[in-house]
């Protein structure tokens, strides 16, 4: 469960979070003293898990992406061969990132430059180049498929997003999510992002989930620059669903500095932790 510490932390912060939302004013009363044991809310364990695993790839994808992106630019790739990146883990574990651009019909995707993940878990990557480009008409040519049709369906952003596709169950489909890019150092997005289905041939959106609403930002900066004040974790409200999304787990493994975060939603009060693991609480009566 919590540390005392902790524990006062979060009852700070839920009560805060509440009264700035939804929750109205309590009546002064005597109350039982609240324990987190007691309220451990009857949520599956392997809902929880799955968001959780599904948070941990996109931060793998991501983390992916930036480190063979760096690889592959010291080789000073050719601009006319390069128009987007795949990610994906494979067999044994390692991330293979593949840069290069399809083809007018779609059915091929070109592989000019691959960066390779040196062993499980490693920031370092191989590059190299390859000529003449790898025609790829299945996984590669899929996925980037799938991501061109969530970025046409989610338009043109008013702010850098990322997006990124990942294999999902036994048919082959995809999701792809969008979400919004860093663009000041210590400063983190959350919000005003998406994820869609689509099918296993990457041509068309199965299904769409509005994630969050407006994008919030984190700002490490102004929180850590006050004397004597220690970051002891986030927080903010749930409003479209009863259930942390994909990208709470996602924004958590990826901000810095490492923080859990606490999420109030209509029925629950919901901890991530620093690796992603989802504890639920049934709110207070």
């Known amino acids: 469960m919590f540390s005392s510490?902790?524990?006062?932390?979060y009852r700070r912060i839920l009560i805060g979070l509440a009264a700035a939302s939804f929750l109205p004013a309590p009546a002064v009363a005597q109350q039982t003293p609240w324990r987190s044991a007691d309220h451990v809310a009857d949520i599956p364990r392997?809902?929880?898990?799955?968001?959780?695993?599904?948070?941990?790839?996109?931060?793998?994808?991501?983390a992916a992406a930036w480190h063979g992106t760096d690889a592959v630019m010291a080789l000073q790739p050719k601009s006319d061969l390069v128009a987007g990146y795949l990610a994906r883990r494979t067999a044994d574990?390692?991330?293979?990132?593949?840069?290069?651009?399809?083809?007018?019909?779609?059915d091929t995707f070109y592989v000019a430059y691959r960066a390779v993940q040196r062993a499980v878990?490693?920031?370092?990557?191989n590059a190299s180049a390859i000529s003449p480009a790898t025609p790829e008409t299945d996984y590669d040519a899929r996925a980037s498929r799938a991501l061109d049709a969530g970025r046409r369906e989610?338009?043109?952003?008013?702010?850098?997003?990322?997006?990124?596709?990942?294999?999902?169950?036994?048919?082959?489909?995809?999701?792809v999510y969008l979400v919004p890019?860093?663009?000041?150092?210590?400063?983190?997005?959350?919000?005003?992002?998406?994820?869609?289905?689509v099918s296993a041939d990457g041509r068309t959106i199965i299904e769409q989930r509005r994630l969050h609403n407006a994008v919030i930002e984190f700002d490490s900066r102004s929180a850590t620059s006050q004397p004597g004040k220690?970051?002891?974790?986030?927080?903010?409200?749930?409003?479209l669903a009863d259930r942390p999304e994909d990208t709470d787990v996602f924004y958590v493994l990826t901000r810095q500095p490492s923080l859990p975060e606490y999420i109030v939603s209509r029925s629950y009060?919901?901890?991530?932790?620093?690796?992603?693991?989802?504890?639920?609480?049934?709110?207070?009566?």
């Open 46 to 62: 392997a809902e929880l898990d799955s968001i959780t695993a599904r948070g941990r790839l996109l931060a793998e994808y991501d």
């Open 230 to 239: 220690t970051l002891q974790a986030g927080s903010h409200s749930a409003v």
């Open 5 to 9: 510490q902790e524990y006062l932390v």
């Open 154 to 175: 989610f338009g043109r952003p008013t702010r850098p997003y990322n997006a990124m596709v990942v294999s999902v169950g036994d048919k082959g489909e995809w999701y």
């Open 93 to 106: 574990a390692r991330w293979e990132v593949v840069f290069g651009r399809s083809s007018a019909a779609g």
């Open 121 to 125: 878990g490693d920031t370092a990557f």
């Open 269 to 285: 009060y919901f901890r991530i932790a620093v690796d992603g693991q989802i504890m639920a609480y049934d709110r207070e009566k």
């Open 181 to 197: 890019a860093p663009t000041v150092a210590g400063v983190w997005p959350l919000g005003g992002d998406v994820r869609y289905r």
